[in-house]
Every structure is written in C-alpha cells, then in structure tokens.
C-alpha cells in the first residue's frame, strides 16, 4: 500500500510471499514494456512467466529476465516449451537451455502431451536439485475430464517430488481444468483439492476477471493466483482490497 487512508483494509501479505502471490503471464513484452510493468505494478507481481514458447522469439531475452530478476521476481519459461524439449527426449538439453538463460525457476507440466505420472515427478526431483521448481496439473484439452480424486493426489505427489507450487491449470482462455467450458469454477473439483491440499501450496490459473473474484469472495485477499495480464496486475490487486465494485462489500468490516 502506497498510501495512508483513515481506514482500514484487508490484511495483504507482502513480498517476499507464499500466500497472495500474483503471476504474470507475458506473452512477449519487449524490455521497454517490461520496464513499464514494473516501474507501476512491480511491488505487486511475484512471478513471471513467459508465456509457452514465445521466448524463443522475444528480441534481448536475456536482457529481459535480468530486469525481473533485479526486481525480485522470479520468472520462468511457460511448460509448454519444456514439454517440446521433452517429447523430443532433450532433457538435457533443457537444463542446458535455462542454465545458460541464467533461469533457477522452471515449470514442470505435460498439459499439451502424454507423460507418465512417475516420469514428471522425476523430472520435477531432478531439476529441484538446483532449481525452484512449479509445476501443472491439468490438461490444456477442452473436454478432457480429470476425475477429483486423481488431481488431489497428482498435486500431492509433485509436491513431495519437489514442487514448491502446483499451477492448477486453466490455460489462457480460462475455460478447462478447474473451470467449467463456459468459465465457471469448478466448484466441487475446487473444495475437493482443498480438503487435501494447503491452499498456500496452490496458484490457480484465473486469467478472466470473473474468475479472480470468485476465488477472492472465496477464499480471501491472499489467494495465490496466476495468468494475469500485465495490464491487469493494478486491478487485480483492487480486487484483492475491496475497492473495485466486484469485491467492495466483501471486507467491510461491521
């Protein structure tokens, strides 16, 4: 909070942060955006990530990561470019690739292929050893349905793997994995994670505005939510703190 009112608002946790985290989906900012970004939202962004594989076409890359990182954030590249490492049995060649990107933050998912389930975990251990690992869990397909049951213990499994983070996938569109096709939470997908999972372990994929309300009616100012928009970083946080009409009523106090 940047500046002093003469009332009170939510209590918000403040970076360094496991609860209340913002992730910013960038989808190609040029380092003049980027700095932009930061110069006005910054103190409010935890992660970045760079969006499936648009950085391999992204003009001073490594430019770019060296500021976030400056800034505090972690950024990281998007899991659908691990998995194109992957299906082509690149691994290492992986490693390689975010070693010399200077990248200790990585994401581990197999949304876009099939992948055994004991076989991401084990790249998840691998990479923990020298990195901060988030994964996942999720599939980018439309229609294809994860029984409840089975997202629960893939979220406990990556994170005894080594996951400080599960992504509970709900692509840039926001209308599969824990969203229903219209862009409904999945409500009883929801509360069943949740019975099991810490909520502070999981970032939930919330790109539409609708979405990020609901979670915050639901579970507080201090969710833990991903694929925001660069444009939006300033009005989530509005969100979060009851002064934008959507949440206004929410925090009021008696």
Not at 62 to 83: C, D, R, W
Not at 142 to 169: D, H, N, T, Y
Request: aromatic share 8%; glycine share 8%.
């Amino acid at each position: 909070m940047l500046i002093e009112l003469p009332f009170e608002l939510p209590d918000r946790t403040i970076k360094p942060r496991e609860n209340g985290i913002t992730m910013v989906m960038d989808k190609g900012l040029s380092v003049r955006e980027a700095e932009d970004m930061i110069n006005t939202s910054g103190h409010l962004i935890d992660f970045v990530k760079l969006g499936f594989g648009t950085s391999l076409f992204t003009n001073k890359l490594k430019e770019k990561i060296q500021f976030y990182q400056a800034n505090n954030i972690k950024v990281y590249l998007g899991g659908t470019l691990f998995e194109a490492f992957i299906i082509r049995n690149k691994f290492d060649d992986y490693r390689k690739f975010i070693k010399k990107l200077n990248i200790n933050t990585v994401e581990v998912s197999d949304g876009s292929m099939e992948m055994k389930h004991d076989v991401k975990c084990e790249y998840i251990s691998k990479l923990a050893t020298e990195n901060t690992v988030i994964s996942e869990v999720g599939s980018k397909e439309a229609g294809l349905i994860i029984a409840p049951g089975r997202w629960v213990k893939m979220m406990q499994s990556e994170l005894q793997a080594g996951s400080v983070k599960v992504i509970a996938e709900a692509r840039e569109s926001g209308n599969v994995g824990i969203y229903r096709p219209n862009g409904n939470a999945h409500v009883a997908l929801i509360n069943k994670i949740l019975a099991v999972v810490p909520i502070e372990k999981i970032i939930w994929e919330a790109p539409l505005k609708s979405q990020q309300v609901w979670f915050i009616k639901h579970f507080g100012t201090n969710i833990n939510l991903g694929n925001i928009a660069p444009n939006e970083v300033i009005a989530i946080e509005t969100l979060r703190m009851g002064l934008r009409g959507d949440t206004f009523h929410q925090f009021l106090t008696q």
